[in-house]
Protein backbone atom coordinates (compact mmCIF):
# COMPACT_ATOMS: atom_id res chain seq x y z
CA UNK A 1 0.00 0.00 0.00
CA UNK A 2 1.63 3.10 -0.89
CA UNK A 3 0.30 5.93 1.30
CA UNK A 4 2.12 9.00 0.08
CA UNK A 5 1.05 12.32 -0.26
CA UNK A 6 2.70 12.87 -3.42
CA UNK A 7 2.34 10.03 -6.14
CA UNK A 8 5.74 9.88 -8.54
CA UNK A 9 3.54 11.13 -11.42
CA UNK A 10 3.26 13.50 -13.45
CA UNK A 11 0.02 15.43 -12.37
CA UNK A 12 -0.61 19.23 -11.75
CA UNK A 13 1.44 19.18 -8.06
CA UNK A 14 4.07 17.18 -9.09
CA UNK A 15 5.20 19.24 -12.29
CA UNK A 16 4.22 22.49 -9.81
CA UNK A 17 6.83 21.19 -7.31
CA UNK A 18 9.62 20.76 -9.78
CA UNK A 19 8.98 24.28 -11.22
CA UNK A 20 8.77 25.97 -8.05
CA UNK A 21 12.26 23.29 -7.03
CA UNK A 22 13.91 25.06 -10.01
CA UNK A 23 13.26 28.60 -8.97
CA UNK A 24 13.93 28.05 -5.74
CA UNK A 25 17.21 26.04 -5.34
CA UNK A 26 17.63 24.16 -8.86
CA UNK A 27 18.99 20.85 -7.26
CA UNK A 28 15.79 20.59 -5.61
CA UNK A 29 13.55 21.05 -8.84
CA UNK A 30 16.31 17.93 -9.97
CA UNK A 31 15.44 15.46 -6.93
CA UNK A 32 11.95 16.03 -7.79
CA UNK A 33 11.95 15.57 -11.07
CA UNK A 34 14.10 12.45 -10.06
CA UNK A 35 11.23 11.43 -7.82
CA UNK A 36 8.96 11.89 -10.60
CA UNK A 37 10.74 9.39 -13.13
CA UNK A 38 12.06 7.09 -10.87
CA UNK A 39 9.80 6.98 -7.67
CA UNK A 40 7.96 4.01 -8.39
CA UNK A 41 11.20 2.23 -8.56
CA UNK A 42 11.93 2.25 -5.36
CA UNK A 43 7.84 1.76 -3.85
CA UNK A 44 8.37 3.98 -1.11
CA UNK A 45 10.62 1.33 1.10
CA UNK A 46 14.18 2.11 1.92
CA UNK A 47 14.82 -1.38 1.05
CA UNK A 48 13.78 -0.95 -2.75
CA UNK A 49 15.54 1.62 -3.03
CA UNK A 50 18.65 -0.20 -1.49
CA UNK A 51 17.88 -3.27 -4.02
CA UNK A 52 17.65 -0.99 -7.07
CA UNK A 53 20.98 0.66 -5.70
CA UNK A 54 22.51 -2.34 -5.64
CA UNK A 55 21.05 -3.61 -8.73
CA UNK A 56 22.84 -0.67 -10.50
CA UNK A 57 26.65 -0.72 -9.45
CA UNK A 58 26.20 -4.77 -10.21
CA UNK A 59 25.65 -3.69 -13.31
CA UNK A 60 28.23 -1.34 -13.47
CA UNK A 61 30.94 -3.55 -12.12
CA UNK A 62 29.90 -6.16 -14.68
CA UNK A 63 30.21 -3.41 -17.75
CA UNK A 64 33.48 -2.68 -16.61
CA UNK A 65 34.75 -5.98 -15.75
CA UNK A 66 35.96 -6.56 -18.97
CA UNK A 67 38.11 -3.47 -19.33
CA UNK A 68 39.98 -3.91 -16.08
CA UNK A 69 40.62 -7.41 -16.76
CA UNK A 70 42.81 -6.87 -19.60
CA UNK A 71 44.96 -4.80 -17.07
CA UNK A 72 44.51 -6.22 -13.52
CA UNK A 73 47.80 -8.63 -12.77
CA UNK A 74 44.68 -10.37 -9.65
CA UNK A 75 42.36 -11.98 -12.37
CA UNK A 76 43.03 -15.52 -12.68
CA UNK A 77 42.35 -17.32 -16.10
CA UNK A 78 41.85 -20.46 -13.99
CA UNK A 79 44.97 -21.86 -15.63
CA UNK A 80 48.30 -21.30 -13.61
CA UNK A 81 50.58 -21.54 -16.22
CA UNK A 82 48.85 -18.88 -18.79
CA UNK A 83 48.70 -16.73 -15.58
CA UNK A 84 52.36 -16.76 -14.79
CA UNK A 85 53.09 -16.31 -19.09
CA UNK A 86 50.53 -13.57 -19.04
CA UNK A 87 52.55 -11.79 -15.93
CA UNK A 88 55.43 -12.53 -17.47
CA UNK A 89 54.61 -10.53 -20.77
CA UNK A 90 52.98 -7.85 -18.42
CA UNK A 91 56.25 -7.55 -16.52
CA UNK A 92 58.06 -7.50 -20.39
CA UNK A 93 55.97 -4.61 -21.44
CA UNK A 94 56.40 -2.80 -18.76
CA UNK A 95 60.29 -3.05 -18.74
CA UNK A 96 60.19 -2.06 -22.60
CA UNK A 97 57.60 0.73 -21.65
CA UNK A 98 60.12 1.80 -18.96
CA UNK A 99 62.69 1.89 -21.24
CA UNK A 100 60.87 3.84 -24.49
CA UNK A 101 59.62 6.82 -21.63
CA UNK A 102 63.63 7.02 -20.78
CA UNK A 103 64.36 7.39 -24.27
CA UNK A 104 61.93 9.96 -25.01
CA UNK A 105 63.30 11.44 -21.97
CA UNK A 106 67.03 11.57 -23.51
CA UNK A 107 65.90 12.96 -26.90
CA UNK A 108 63.87 15.86 -24.82
CA UNK A 109 67.28 16.84 -23.09
CA UNK A 110 69.13 16.33 -26.58
CA UNK A 111 66.72 18.75 -28.55
CA UNK A 112 66.69 21.27 -25.83
CA UNK A 113 70.78 21.03 -25.88
CA UNK A 114 70.28 22.10 -29.72
CA UNK A 115 67.92 24.47 -28.98
CA UNK A 116 70.11 26.50 -26.61
CA UNK A 117 73.09 25.80 -28.53
CA UNK A 118 70.96 27.74 -31.62
CA UNK A 119 70.43 29.93 -29.54
CA UNK A 120 73.40 30.62 -28.05
CA UNK A 121 75.10 30.72 -31.86
CA UNK A 122 72.10 33.19 -32.66
CA UNK A 123 72.62 35.72 -29.81
CA UNK A 124 76.27 35.88 -30.24
CA UNK A 125 75.87 36.67 -33.59
CA UNK A 126 73.09 39.20 -33.29
CA UNK A 127 75.26 40.78 -30.40
CA UNK A 128 78.65 40.56 -33.30
CA UNK A 129 76.45 42.21 -35.75
CA UNK A 130 74.63 44.96 -33.15
CA UNK A 131 78.34 45.57 -31.58
CA UNK A 132 79.76 46.17 -35.00
CA UNK A 133 77.30 49.11 -36.12
CA UNK A 134 77.93 51.28 -32.70
CA UNK A 135 80.69 53.23 -32.80
CA UNK A 136 83.48 52.25 -30.57
CA UNK A 137 82.16 48.46 -29.91
CA UNK A 138 84.21 46.54 -32.61
CA UNK A 139 85.30 43.81 -30.53
CA UNK A 140 83.30 40.41 -30.04
CA UNK A 141 82.13 39.69 -26.44
CA UNK A 142 84.25 37.16 -25.07
CA UNK A 143 82.25 34.19 -23.27
CA UNK A 144 83.52 33.32 -20.01
CA UNK A 145 80.91 30.24 -19.47
Not at 62 to 83: I, L, P, V
Not at 88 to 100: D, I, S
Request: neutral net charge; hydrophobic residues 35%; proline residues 3%.
Amino acid sequence: MNTALIKPAWSPLTIGLMVLGFIVFWPLGLAVLGYILWGEKFGGSSDKAQAYVDKGRAWCSSATRGYRSGTSFSQSSGNAAFDDYREAQLRRLEEERRRLDDEIREFQDYMANLRKAKDREEFDRFMGDRNGTRQGYTDRPTDNA
